[in-house]
């Protein structure tokens, strides 16, 4: 059955936290190919180091080929320098050459992150196809790579979900601010689906009869 036949309140007060972790993690490990042309890295509380040093990593050992950082400042941040400007400068400090670094420094949430990415890559290669890898949290990805793969069909794009040191699959259920992020993640997830954003998502049919024998 399909995420889309739930309503937000289901989330909110009938979900089970296995059912919450089934919708918001991606459990299959998408494989790695040997060379991509460009990592798209997302902006986010653990971005430096957890996410950028993934990029970084696969850059230096010849995977992808260039690195694109995605993020502004957020709409509650103070700072005047973007998370991706931040990306930017941690790369160079750690000896990336700035032009194979891409800066997308406008978008205050992941819809906008990936759409203005793909808008500049498109740019830089003239509308050529090319292949991509995504890097955000192990929590973050499902949502993420399915908007990637909405907006840009191809056989040439894979995820990587790294498990941050804030929050991730082995320890959400560890602390009740985590277990909030998680639940708005699982609610931003049926969202995406409903504003028709990313493909339906499949649920289990324990957490469907659950919420069909409260109305």
């Not at 196809?129 to 949290?137: A, D, M, Q, R, Y």
Request: hydrophobic share 40%.
């Amino acid at each position: 059955m399909q995420l889309s036949k739930l309503k937000y309140r289901d989330l909110l007060f009938l979900a089970s936290s296995n059912d919450l972790e089934n919708i918001v993690f991606r459990k299959e490990e998408s494989p790695l190919k040997p060379n991509y042309d460009v990592a798209i890295v997302l902006g986010g509380p653990k971005m430096i180091p957890d996410r950028i040093n993934k990029a970084k990593e696969l850059y230096q050992k010849g995977i992808v080929k260039k690195i694109l950082v995605s993020g502004s400042s957020g709409f509650l941040s103070m700072n005047i320098f973007s998370e991706a400007c931040k990306m930017y400068k941690y790369l160079i400090k750690h000896d990336i050459p700035k032009e194979d670094i891409l800066v997308e420094k406008k978008s205050h949430n992941t819809w906008k992150n990936i759409k203005l990415s793909l808008e500049l890559l498109k740019s830089k290669y003239n509308g050529k196809e090319i292949s991509l890898v995504l890097i955000t949290s192990d929590y973050h990805l499902k949502r993420s790579l399915a908007t990637l793969i909405y907006l840009y069909p191809s056989k040439n794009i894979t995820g990587i979900g790294i498990k941050d040191t804030l929050v991730n699959i082995d320890t959400w259920q560890k602390t009740s601010i985590s277990k909030l992020l998680i639940l708005k993640e699982a609610l931003l997830l049926l969202y995406y689906v409903k504003r028709k954003r990313i493909e339906d998502i499949t649920v289990s049919h324990v957490l469907l009869n659950r919420c069909k024998k409260q109305e």
